[in-house]
């Protein structure tokens, strides 16, 4: 017989989705302190760019760009939890004017380490402006 038990709390989810805010806050500001909050110090990165060329590596390839294109006080942001287990999450963030003026799709990939939630795996895909 199967149980009908609830195991991921709605708590959870909020917290899940207050690290992908850190990050979206961070990129609103170009401040690189604020989003690597949201990530673990071994995150990486991986994506196409808008002419299609393959980006990755560790997440300071994010931080290089933030520091070169500095605030996106015009982003959109869209935030889905596309799954969750009690110890990690794939968050899905659709974006329109990011500080380069690029829309993006971005999957986040989140565990919880310690009883804190981080994104350790950043995969987009860049959308030609």
């Not at 690029?102 to 804190?116: E, M």
């Amino acid at each position: 017989m199967s149980k009908n038990i609830k195991t991921i709390p709605t708590s959870e989810y909020d917290e899940v989705v207050a690290v992908v805010q850190t990050y979206i806050d961070g990129l609103r500001e170009g401040n690189n302190s604020i989003i690597s909050k949201a990530f673990h110090k071994a995150a990486t990165m991986y994506g196409l760019t808008a002419e299609g060329s393959l980006l990755g590596g560790p997440i300071e390839n994010l931080y290089t760009f933030v520091e070169e294109h500095g605030k996106a006080p015009d982003i959109k942001t869209r935030v889905d939890i596309l799954s969750m287990t009690p110890t990690t999450a794939v968050v899905k963030v659709d974006m329109e004017k990011d500080a380069g003026g690029y829309d993006y799709t971005d999957f986040h990939t989140l565990i919880k380490l310690d009883g804190k939630w981080g994104i350790i795996a950043k995969t987009f895909h860049t959308y030609a402006s």
